[in-house]
């Protein structure tokens, strides 16, 4: 039986600070990731699970989406531009999209994704499920080693949630807010228009309070948060090694993604699942494991990129070593420099050959 057309909003109106610099240049929802926009995962995937239409809730560099992207129809699926004059936080961006909704059915499944998260969750279920209990909004929730950082999500036996509690220093459980969420649309056209509205602070303490049915959807498939360069990278990574299904990645699964243009030179090594940009370059006998090299980027002879991110244009000179550094676009890091422990090299800035070893940001 075919799938009743489901429609979803994807929340990308973020400024992407703690990506920085590399949101300087472009949102992170657009940054490249295992060789496409990170958005073009979510897209392909969401429209293997039955998306049909998809309205993107825009803010920051809100003019770039639609040249990236285009209609949707190469997803299989149809996009709407949505922007924000201002900043509306999550439940503000979603009232302020539902406007473009297609369906008018107050009981029509909506679902709403966070876009810094990779997912390899069954969303099909995850809206069986809500159709079923004839919920409110169903929360899609993963189990994290330490909750401390997210929004905790405790529920009954039923799976019925109880609370949400945003960030607490004292987490009453590990299972945590997964950013993915199926909304009745009647829910989402009682939130307030035109205000800044937290779903997470204000929307769901408020229909769970007042008695509304709030279910979760538990499950253990693959999920990474990428709002940092380290998550960044890990799931860039994640992707060209096949570790969650990925139909937008444009070539197969394997150590390294190379792509148009790029090259290795002999003795080079390249693995971990690392990406080598479009007219990137690797110098002999360099060493590049697990890490993202952007378009046009070079790293030099006997160079040691680990974990580690290399800006568009960006220059890491011979016998340089990164480990998990984050260097900006157009930036220069002479030989002699070592940059580890999440150091950050601002776009366009010149590091002089040296000798010695950085661990702050430059």
């Keep these: 039986m075919p799938r009743e057309p489901l429609e979803a909003i994807l929340l ?202 709030v279910m979760s959807y538990p499950e253990s498939a693959y999920w990474i948060d990428v709002g940092t360069p380290q998550t960044f990278v890990r799931g860039s990574c994640d992707l060209v090694l096949g570790r969650l299904p990925a139909p937008a990645v444009p070539g197969p699964h394997g150590p390294a993604l190379l792509l148009q243009g790029a090259s290795v030179a002999p003795g080079a090594s390249v693995s971990g699942g690392t990406v080598v940009g479009a007219g990137a370059s690797v110098g002999a006998g360099a060493t590049v494991f697990g890490s993202v090299l952007f378009d046009s980027a070079a790293v030099g002879e006997g160079a040691v990129v680990r974990d580690s991110i290399v800006g568009r244009g960006a220059v890491v000179a011979p016998g340089v070593v990164l480990d998990d550094a984050l260097v900006g676009d157009g930036a220069f890091v002479g030989a002699g420099n070592e940059l580890a422990r999440g150091i950050r090299i601002w776009p366009g800035v010149r590091l002089e050959p040296t000798s010695v070893r950085f661990s702050s940001d430059v």
């Design 12 to 213: 990308v109106g973020g400024q992407g600070t703690r990506l920085r610099p590399l949101t300087l240049s472009a949102p992170k929802p657009l940054l490249p990731t295992a060789g496409v926009p990170f958005l073009a995962h979510m897209l392909a995937r969401s429209a293997d699970c039955g998306v049909t239409h998809v309205i993107l809730a825009t803010c920051y560099k809100s003019e770039m989406f639609a040249a990236a992207l285009g209609d949707g129809s190469a997803f299989g699926l149809s996009i709407d531009y949505v922007q924000e004059d201002v900043p509306l936080d999550t439940g503000g961006a979603i009232r302020n999209a539902a406007a473009s909704l297609r369906g008018h059915g107050p009981g029509d499944p909506v679902v709403v994704l966070n876009s810094d998260v990779l997912s390899g969750h069954d969303l099909a279920a995850q809206v069986d499920l809500h159709g079923k209990t004839d919920a409110a909004a169903t929360l899609h929730l993963v189990e994290v080693d330490d909750p401390s950082r997210f929004g905790v999500v405790p529920t009954d036996g039923s799976g019925r949630v109880t609370a949400f509690l945003e960030k607490t220093p004292n987490p009453v459980t590990n299972r945590i807010n997964a950013g993915c969420y199926v909304f009745r649309r009647e829910v989402i056209d009682q939130i307030p228009a035109g205000r800044r509205v937290s779903v997470e602070r204000e929307t769901f303490p408020g229909l769970i309070s007042s008695g509304q049915l």
